[in-house]
């Protein structure tokens, strides 16, 4: 299995989260496996205070897996270590068809940039190299490919012709250390 990868950047608020859980039943029903790596800013959390698993992280330990019939997750607590780059998290996902990375706007891997009219910030597109297309609501002059934001066919069409090779991500980005 050749394993791809493409991002979606964007502002916040320009919908990057909303059009890919409308992009990733659309890439299932073309037989396409898709996982997610998601960039979440500062302190976030996935387990509950007071849950175990909280109890597990507070007292200390480096790495938390919950586990049931269902899903498994692992939690990793940097304790004051460097935030992993792209490359690191790469290598830590199960094989797929398609990894979406939703923002590491800083980071090389190519990426759509998701734009919204309503959101009034400004193109990420004229000073990031790594943008190689843009999903939009509003008409934009450029020479990238451009789809409308809400034509899902569109969109995941221009995601597919744009992902690169995992291994060809990694690559751009140990070159920008």
Known sequence: MVMKVIGLAGWSGAGKTTLLTRLIPHFNAQGLRVSVIKHAHHRFDVDVP???SWRHREAGAAEVLVASSNRWALMHELRGAAEPRLPELLGKLSAVDLVVVEGFKREPHRKIEVHRAANAKPLLFPDDPGIVGIAT??????????VHLDDIEAV????LRAAIQVEDAMARSAATR
């Open 156 to 159: 995941a069409a221009l995601m």
């Open 50 to 52: 007071g849950k175990d």
């Open 137 to 146: 609501d509003a008409a934009v002059e450029t020479r990238l490919p451009t």
